[in-house]
């Protein structure tokens, strides 16, 4: 097939930083073309130059032979050139419709047809299986969804040439499969896909040609079906890479968390947690699984005092903290790696060595007598950079909102990890990580659960939940459906409790009544 993409020596320089360093990719016409690096190594840099929301300092892009200046995104779109974000670019109050065709409405006269452009969206959506209610509102359907939208957007405007920005960032296990299928329809279809991701399980599943980058360079492009992931992996941190966490048996002490007759709501006004109760000791891992929506994202809310519970007890030590703020919370010893990065975990106009702070900034050393001491927060905000390896233009002086997300997910965690809190609810760490980054810092966490500190891990990542835990919970339907020993289960045990099978199995044994097959 030729060379549907040509970029050709491309620089692109930032503040304090060189993002892309003379960077050659050729992507044939009708492939998935993976790029693979660490984070912050410029993948989406080099991809927003393509889709032309940057201009490259150095460099020339070619699209189908043909030299062109992508000057905005309204060109690339001339072009046949789409992207998806890693974070949806979506109005969340329009309908799934009115997103799609945003500036690209039709007409009927001076009105938009409503009905023409729902139609249009009804059989595009049904020639590549991505089923979407057109009516619906965005802030009303699943991140999946949401995604899907985002590809429709993409194929409404005859894009052929299809980037996807970490699109599994934000998926279940399941969705990702049916993404990957996605994406193969698509080729088959004749579209091409440039493929940013740092999992390469997924790389391997889905791609025919990887291109991996190091700190801004290109290293090597690679034909996927005879490349093992532990040779990308390598040629990506320059090192080997440790994909299982080394630990020792847990020697759990004291309980530090407890929830009893858990009720909280979810945003639709139902209980999304139903009479929940668990344990965390001191010097372990309690992790959390389930399917997404079965009521992690409530049950961490609450403990976190993000939410209101409508009724039971959330005990911190032995101090009932249901009611109490989320600073007194943090003051009494819970620390918080959020899911939602963006919106829990950052203060994205602020900078990076301000958000490091942002818990304690007005206690020794970083305030005295109510004044900021800048030095202090800055050298903290160095010492948190370099440890963590938190890559970014302008160091601690780097608005947060600058950072990509894979960096602006390791500065939360090193502010985190670095207060060592006595109990720690630890969600999706590693969302949007390399690997050297995810062998980091599941030794950090590991390293906390060996000083003695409780930790409650929520992650969609089986593998993750199976490799740091000690006891895994199972929530299925907003309830604890078991707890079973990390070291004696397996995926499909896991996956069985998760599907709600093993709890129907046995209800059904209690009442009497022939179990379903499962």
Not at 18 to 44: C, F, M, P, W, Y
Not at 124 to 151: C, F
């Amino acid at each position: 097939m030729p060379n549907i993409v040509e970029m050709l020596h491309i620089t692109k320089d930032f503040p304090g930083i060189r993002a892309n360093d003379d960077i050659t990719l050729q992507v044939e016409e009708r492939s998935i073309h993976a790029l693979l690096g660490e984070n912050g190594a410029g993948k989406s840099t080099l991809m927003s130059i393509l889709f032309g929301l940057y201009q490259p300092d150095a460099g020339t892009i070619r699209i189908r032979g043909k030299e062109v200046k992508v000057s905005d995104p309204n060109v690339a779109t001339a072009l046949g050139i789409g992207m998806v974000h890693q974070h949806f670019k979506l109005v969340h109050n329009f309908t799934v419709t009115e997103n799609i065709i945003l500036g690209m409405e039709p007409r009927k006269g001076i009105l938009v047809d409503m009905h023409k452009a729902e139609q249009k969206v009804e059989e595009i959506s049904k020639l590549y299986g991505l089923a979407v209610d057109p009516k619906a509102k965005i802030d009303e359907i699943s991140v999946s969804m949401q995604q899907r939208v985002e590809i429709l957007k993409m194929l409404y405007r005859d894009a052929e040439i299809l980037i996807f920005d970490e699109p599994t960032a934000v998926l279940t296990p399941q969705e990702i499969r049916e993404l990957m299928q996605i994406m193969r329809r698509l080729v088959e279809e004749g579209k091409t896909i440039l493929l940013i991701t740092h999992k390469l399980r997924e790389i391997k599943e889905v791609a025919d040609v990887c291109s991996i980058l190091r700190r801004g360079k290109l290293v090597g492009t690679v034909p996927v079906a005879d490349t093992d992931e532990e040779r990308m992996a390598e040629m990506m941190v320059g090192r080997q890479v440790s994909f299982h966490v080394q630990k020792t048996r847990a020697k759990p002490g004291d309980v530090l968390l407890r929830v009893e007759g858990l009720n909280v709501k979810n945003q639709k006004g139902v209980l999304g947690v139903r009479n929940l109760s668990l344990s965390v000791r001191a010097g372990e891992i309690l992790g959390l699984c389930g399917i997404d929506g079965n009521g992690q994202t409530e049950l961490v809310h609450a403990i976190t005092g993000l939410t209101k519970v409508e009724s039971g007890h959330i005990f911190l030590r032995d101090i009932d903290i249901t009611h109490l703020s989320i600073n007194e919370r943090s003051d009494l010893g819970l620390g918080h790696i959020p899911e939602d990065r963006q919106k829990h975990g950052l203060i994205l106009d602020f900078t990076l060595g301000e958000n490091f702070v942002i818990h304690n900034y007005y206690k020794e050393p970083f305030a005295h007598w109510g004044i900021l001491n800048k030095k202090a927060i800055l050298d903290n905000a160095q010492r948190l950079i370099r440890e963590f390896d938190v890559r970014s233009g302008q160091g601690p002086l780097t608005p947060a909102r600058a950072m990509s997300g894979g960096n602006q997910q390791k500065a939360i965690v090193a502010r985190e990890i670095d207060r060592s809190p006595d109990v720690f609810i630890v969600v999706q760490p590693t969302r949007g990580l390399d690997v050297g980054a995810i062998e980091y810092i599941h030794k950090r966490i590991i390293g906390e659960r060996d000083k003695n500190k409780a930790i409650l891990l929520v992650s969609l990542e089986l593998d993750e939940i199976m490799d740091l835990s000690d006891r895994i919970a199972v929530i299925y339907n907003g309830e604890i459906v078991g707890i079973v020993d990390a070291a004696t289960t397996n995926e499909n045990e896991l996956g069985l409790m998760m599907s709600g099978a093993l709890h129907k199995a046995h209800e059904a044994t209690q009442t009497g009544r022939e179990p379903a097959h499962v």
